[in-house]
């Protein structure tokens, strides 16, 4: 067989979509980050027909091609909450403010061959998104965030995507030097709002776009 991991992937894919659909999330699949951009911009974004846009912290819509496509449209209101010089108030003011668009874009830190998603937070901005405020929600989500169950969900955030998103925002924890969540009660710590998603209510507010490329953390 050719592409045997991909393959692998496809297949497995398939079923948490399923999961997802039954859970009443809106499902697109897609072959690798260039697709899932295709795929939003030219299918998603046209039948929701935003107004205005936003987005939460990812990695995984920066390196899908979406931020960049999205930040400079004129023909949307784009509250940018990555723009780069913004005061600590102001940043938090953005944030703030863009869960009451039209549109909110994140990622998810896992999601459950059960269809679930599973998030935790630093400011709360993200996870609060994906509950309650934007119209639509679109979440981009690599393959290697796909995890058995709960449990797994919640070890692969506190032993891995924790640590080396404090790592790479350089934030001054106890993992950040170690790579192994301490508990910690440091001012910084990015481990501050648990939320899991069972379901998205209204049905299909939440559209998950599951890529088979491994991407963020």
């Given at each position: 067989?050719?592409?045997?991991?991909?393959?692998?992937?496809?297949?497995?894919?398939?079923?948490?979509?399923?999961?997802?659909?039954?859970?009443?999330?809106?499902?697109?699949?897609?072959?690798?980050?260039?697709?899932?951009?295709?795929?939003?911009?030219?299918?998603?974004?046209?039948?929701?027909?935003?107004?205005?846009?936003?987005?939460?912290?990812?990695?995984?819509?920066?390196?899908?091609?979406?931020?960049?496509?999205?930040?400079?449209?004129?023909?949307?209101?784009?509250?940018?909450?990555?723009?780069?010089?913004?005061?600590?108030?102001?940043?938090?003011?953005?944030?703030?403010?863009?869960?009451?668009?039209?549109?909110?874009?994140?990622?998810?830190?896992?999601?459950?061959?059960?269809?679930?998603?599973?998030?935790?937070?630093?400011?709360?901005?993200?996870?609060?998104?994906?509950?309650?405020g934007p119209r639509h929600v679109i979440?981009?989500?690599?393959?290697?965030?796909?995890?058995?169950?709960?449990?797994?969900?919640?070890h692969r955030i506190k032993a891995y995507?924790?640590?080396?998103?404090?790592?790479?925002?350089?934030?001054?924890?106890?993992?950040?030097?170690?790579?192994?969540?301490?508990?910690?009660?440091?001012?910084?710590?990015?481990?501050?709002?648990?939320?899991?998603?069972?379901?998205?209510?209204?049905?299909?507010?939440?559209?998950?776009?599951?890529?088979?490329?491994?991407?963020?953390?």
């Amino acid at each position: 067989m050719d592409h045997p991991v991909e393959h692998f992937w496809d297949l497995k894919l398939k079923r948490v979509q399923e999961a997802l659909e039954k859970n009443n999330f809106a499902v697109t699949c897609a072959q690798n980050r260039a697709d899932a951009k295709e795929r939003v911009l030219q299918e998603i974004l046209p039948t929701l027909d935003p107004e205005s846009i936003s987005w939460g912290g990812s990695m995984t819509f920066v390196a899908s091609g979406l931020y960049d496509a999205l930040k400079d449209r004129n023909d949307l209101a784009v509250l940018d909450t990555y723009e780069k010089g913004l005061s600590f108030q102001d940043m938090l003011e953005r944030r703030r403010r863009s869960l009451l668009v039209d549109l909110f874009f994140t990622g998810t830190n896992a999601v459950t061959e059960a269809g679930q998603l599973v998030n935790l937070d630093m400011y709360g901005n993200r996870v609060a998104a994906l509950t309650f405020g934007p119209r639509h929600v679109i979440v981009l989500v690599g393959r290697n965030k796909v995890v058995p169950d709960l449990k797994a969900a919640m070890h692969r955030i506190k032993a891995y995507a924790a640590p080396a998103n404090a790592m790479r925002l350089d934030k001054k924890t106890p993992c950040y030097h170690t790579g192994v969540c301490q508990e910690c009660s440091s001012p910084e710590r990015i481990c501050n709002h648990w939320t899991i998603t069972e379901k998205s209510f209204p049905e299909g507010r939440i559209h998950v776009v599951l890529i088979n490329e491994d991407l963020g953390l």
